[in-house]
């Protein structure tokens, strides 16, 4: 079954302080996958308090400006909130969060692989993306990027589908996917447009799609005819 994007929820606000809410897809079906992403203008660690969400990885760095990106997944019950809280200790000036929700997701396992970036721009407005290769046919990748001191609006990468670009000042943050992977190096290529942004963090992550119910083929028994030997006396 084919991994699919099925709706967004996102940030409510609000976007300074140490608690921030983010909306829920709405419309959700139980057993989809829902995958937050959190970023926000600080190296500080950040937690999701909500129940039943698994922190994928967190990337922080502290370059010429600080900024934190984290994402986490749960699987979606019958009763999912309206909104979900993201808080850390130090209060920030920019905080943004997303969450979406796919269906076609191995729930057992759904990380297939992650991989991360942390790049210093300097007065470059390009990032580069981890490649990824998929250990799973038909894997969908999620490319996710933070960064700080941004004048503008960062690239979608070529064969991607944005999802979710915004901004909170000079910071920008933005998702995107494509399926359908192959088992084989997956190079999202260079994000660009930021302007002379100083700081950005990426991470790029597979998800592991259903592998379905393998239904045996039934084959029709063979029969070998042999001839019946004939005895010749002596």
């Not at 500080?44 to 308090?49: A, E, I, V, Y």
């Not at 700080?148 to 915004?166: C, D, F, I, K, N």
């Amino acid at each position: 079954m084919a991994i699919a994007h099925e709706s967004t929820g996102t940030a409510l606000g609000p976007d300074s302080g140490t608690s921030h809410e983010v909306a829920s897809p709405g419309s959700l079906t139980e057993g989809w996958l829902l995958w937050m992403l959190a970023y926000m203008n600080d190296d500080q660690l950040m937690t999701n308090s909500e129940t039943g969400w698994t922190k994928v990885v967190e990337v922080q760095s502290d370059l010429a400006g600080d900024n934190t990106i984290a994402c986490w997944w749960k699987e979606a019950t019958d009763s999912e909130p309206a909104t979900y809280t993201v808080t850390h200790s130090v209060s920030v000036s920019a905080f943004r969060g997303v969450v979406l929700a796919y269906s076609g997701v191995d729930m057992s396992n759904p990380i297939d692989v992650t991989a991360t970036t942390v790049q210093d721009n300097n007065d470059s407005d390009t990032h580069d993306p981890a490649d990824i290769t998929p250990v799973t046919a038909e894997a969908m990748a999620l490319v996710m990027l933070g960064g700080v001191q941004m004048t503008g609006t960062p690239s979608t990468p070529a064969g991607y589908t944005s999802r979710e670009v915004t901004s909170s000042g000079g910071n920008r943050f933005g998702i995107w996917d494509k399926g359908g992977l192959a088992v084989a190096t997956e190079s999202p290529g260079q994000i660009s447009g930021m302007g002379s942004g100083a700081d950005t963090s990426s991470i790029t992550v597979a998800l592991r799609p259903e592998t379905g119910v393998v239904v045996p083929v039934y084959k029709r028994p063979v029969v070998v005819r042999r001839k019946t030997p004939v005895l010749f006396a002596a």
